[in-house]
């Protein structure tokens, strides 16, 4: 018996190492070719042509275009400004300008008008910075998710490492903290060459912990 087991045994053996030899190269080839795809405009221009917008999403009467990254965007629509203040002020528009992808929720000038009052100047305060970053990295996720992609009950991972809550209605996107009252997205699929943004009418504040 051993002598018909020993043959198979080094048959085994051999096609093993074979197939292990064989798999690396291609698997290196993958890594090679296919990494960060997200990050090109050609991917962004896609998603712009794949929400059946290649002109870009119309904010404000200005045209947000794909060959722009998030902040260029958002400093082109003005009801948006609190926000790109905001960013500016956290130290985050290096961040949101590099490749990401990310997927950001943006809130208007009138979400943040319905904090309580002086919570957008105590933001702002210089010694805040660090509580700023954390509200507004809340608003964004790593990856790249148009409209399409988010679905009821789905929790997403922002940066600042807690969940963001999705919940559709009535073919609404609504985002939240689980806990307050959600934000709706009031115009979805807004294409950057670094991701997607998302602008809804409230903010966003992460839980207490």
């Known amino acids: 018996m051993k002598k018909h087991f020993a043959p198979l045994l080094t048959a085994l053996a051999t096609s093993l190492v074979l197939a292990s030899c064989g798999t690396d190269k291609p698997a290196t080839t993958e890594t090679t070719t296919t990494a960060n795809p997200a990050d090109s405009l050609a991917a962004a221009a896609g998603d712009s042509a794949r929400m ?4 870009g999403v119309m904010v404000d009467g200005v045209a947000m275009t794909a ?13 948006v400004s609190t926000l790109v203040s905001a960013v500016k002020a956290a130290g985050l528009v290096e961040t949101l300008s590099g490749a990401g992808p990310f997927t950001v929720f943006a809130p ?13 100047a105590g933001l702002m305060d210089p010694a ?40 559709l209605k009535d073919g609404k996107v609504m985002v939240s903290n689980g806990k307050d009252a ?3 997205v009031q115009i979805p699929d807004v294409i950057s060459s670094n991701g997607v943004t998302h602008v809804i009418d409230g903010v966003v504040l992460p839980t207490a912990k």
Request: net charge positive; charged share 25%; hydrophobic share 35%.
């Open 52 to 55: 059946a917008k290649p002109e």
């Open 182 to 184: 959600p934000a709706t």
């Open 128 to 167: 805040s910075k660090e509580k700023l970053k954390g509200v507004l990295t809340y608003h964004v996720i790593p990856g790249r998710l148009v409209a399409a992609d988010l679905k009821d009950g789905q929790d997403l991972t922002t940066v600042n490492g807690e969940k963001l809550h999705i919940t």
């Open 67 to 79: 060959d722009k990254n998030i902040v260029e965007n958002a400093a082109g629509a003005k009801s």
């Open 108 to 120: 208007t000038n009138a979400a943040f008008d319905k904090l309580p009052k002086g919570a957008v």
